[in-house]
């Protein structure tokens, strides 16, 4: 093992269902209750909720579904299972944090044939790792001193780590899992459950051994007298709370304590899944949707391109291009989102080839978020990107004042946490990108959607009423003011506020309060309207005092429209 050695064991409170339960299970655990008519949707204490597991998004409903889909999409045939369970951590109070979840996968034989690993990290992202049972189970795997789960009911199987889990580990190395099989460990009176996960190092050093065991019984939720639900429920409703601090806690000792060195976290890669977006991000990923439709109506050649959006924004689409006559001369192009994030980065550039490049071809594979295939069909689709014609939009004077103010916002985006290698230079401290920054060619789309006659402009108005968490009237609003106010949300949180958009709101929120406090303590109390009073002035001045007063009284008001300008 490696010199810094650190261990601890925590209670942990997991369920197992079947994939094609739907219910309560007495009151305490439910699943699956989208598929049953509202009247008879029951939910029990804990409950485990179909869209949050495998991938994000998507019209399949019900985890036998979620995961037939799945399967489908890894290339198992329906026929090559029969039925599966699900260990994982439930919600409690619509609260749940899965570190990892267990599928365990049977074939008609009631053989365990195929398990997924569905692996969550703190920043929201998730790798789901799909395994087939290997012929011959060993115990190799597990280092000495650590207990194997029974032989006779083992599933076993290793592979390639490629994904950020902890900030004291890179993405480099293996995994290994030794497991019990829930079904068969009832027969033999062995644990139900008993997973040992051990990662290795690239130079096949056991660097750290994880394992989930369940300590005494199983319990049915379906037969629980009252008394076992109220001790089950007393017992273990705070554990779910208390795992992610528990992590905190543990990491405070790894890093001041034993010293590690930390790994920052790299985008992920192709093979998982992203973060869950924000509202800016759903807002932004509309306009570039309906931004690539126009790329590829105007491309130079004739042009299919596939573009899927970061997880939880839609399914893949496919455009084509107008001047598609001949199948035989239209040139492929894939483009794919593997994070939210690259929908608040693309709007810093004011070139579309230059994000590309920032952000797929020529950036540290640990950076990328967004990935190209076929990119050398690439200048066909960007060979209207820089067209002026779109800007011809007449625009009032303020509103080309609030479009100057995004322009002068604009920056550079935030710095990636891996400098590129081909960007390093050892003769000097920093590079410092000292071009003016224009108007990128998505400013000018969405100030053409004014003009659109809905091409566009319904694409968006979909995607936006569909994806984004906040409440916009994209009927009643201007799109381009959507976006004009959305960008430059992103281009003040970015300078100034680290990133952090929600700080906008606190920050909002302050100057309401102080508002409201000073009319109380000035004008409300009559103090300063009292005090000139008694020294008499002039009408002129009383006036202009009560004009103060107005000012400030509704400063709240004032306040808002400012924003919205």
Request: aromatic share 12%; hydrophobic share 40%.
């Amino acid at each position: 093992m490696f010199p810094q050695k650190h261990s601890f064991a925590y209670s942990y409170f997991s369920v197992g269902v079947p994939v094609n339960f739907k219910g309560c299970a007495g009151s305490m655990l439910s699943t699956n209750l989208e598929l049953l008519p509202p009247n008879e949707r029951r939910k029990g204490w804990f409950n485990v909720n179909a869209a949050d597991y495998l991938y994000r998004g998507g019209p399949e409903r019900g985890l036998e579904e979620r995961l037939r889909c799945y399967l489908r999409g890894e290339g198992v045939p329906d026929e090559a299972w029969s039925f599966a369970y699900l260990v994982t951590a439930p919600k409690f109070l619509g609260y749940s944090f899965n570190p990892v979840s267990f599928w365990y996968i049977y074939d008609s034989s009631r053989k365990l044939t195929m398990m997924i690993l569905e692996v969550n990290n703190t920043f929201g992202e998730r790798r789901l790792y799909l395994l087939k049972a290997e012929e011959k189970a060993s115990d190799e795997s597990v280092p000495d001193g650590f207990e194997a789960p029974a032989k006779a009911t083992k599933f076993t199987n290793a592979w390639v780590k490629d994904f950020h889990v902890s900030p004291f580990n890179s993405r480099k190395g293996t995994y290994s899992l030794t497991a019990a099989d829930p079904v068969a460990a009832l027969k033999t009176g062995s644990k139900v459950l008993d997973n040992v996960v051990v990662l290795n190092s690239s130079k096949a050093h056991a660097k750290l051994v994880a394992r989930v065991y369940s300590d005494g019984d199983h319990m049915d939720p379906a037969t629980m007298s009252t008394s076992q639900a109220l001790t089950l429920l007393a017992s273990w409703f705070w554990v779910g709370f208390l795992t992610f601090p528990r992590i905190i806690a543990q990491a405070y000792q790894l890093y001041f304590k034993r010293k590690m060195h930390v790994w920052f976290r790299p985008e992920v890669l192709a093979s998982s899944i992203g973060r869950t977006h924000t509202s800016s991000e759903a807002i932004l990923e509309a306009f570039f949707r309906a931004y690539l439709g126009f790329l590829v109506d105007n491309a130079s050649a004739p042009l299919r391109l596939t573009y899927t959006p970061a997880g939880g924004l839609g399914v893949s689409v496919t455009m084509t291009s107008r001047l598609t006559k001949d199948e035989n001369e239209v040139k492929e192009l894939t483009l794919r989102v593997i994070s939210p994030a690259f929908y608040t980065r693309f709007v810093h550039y004011s070139h579309t080839t230059e994000a590309f490049d920032r952000e797929s071809l020529h950036t540290d594979p640990k950076n990328r978020t967004l990935v190209l295939e076929n990119a050398e069909n690439l200048p066909l689709l960007l060979s209207s990107s820089t067209s002026s014609s779109t800007t011809k939009t007449k625009l009032g004077k303020i509103d080309q004042y609030r479009w100057q103010l995004l322009q002068r916002l604009r920056s550079p985006p935030p710095a990636t946490a891996y400098p590129d290698s081909d960007t390093t230079f050892s003769d000097r401290a920093s590079v410092q990108d000292i071009r003016k920054m224009p108007s990128s060619p998505l400013d000018h789309f969405a100030v053409s959607l004014l003009l659109d006659d809905g091409r566009y402009s319904d694409v968006v108005k979909a995607q936006i009423l569909k994806n984004a968490s906040v409440l916009l009237r994209v009927e009643e609003t201007s799109l381009a003011a959507v976006y004009r106010d959305t960008v430059t949300k992103v281009f003040i949180a970015d300078t100034y506020l680290l990133g952090f958009e929600g700080l906008l709101s606190v920050i909002d929120l302050v100057v309401r309060i102080l508002l409201v406090v000073v009319w109380f303590k000035f004008f409300a109390m009559g103090e300063i309207g009292q005090m000139k009073l008694e020294k008499g002035e002039r009408a002129c001045a009383v006036f202009g005092w009560k004009l103060v007063g107005w000012v400030v009284q509704n400063g709240v008001h004032l306040w808002y429209a400012v924003k919205d300008a």
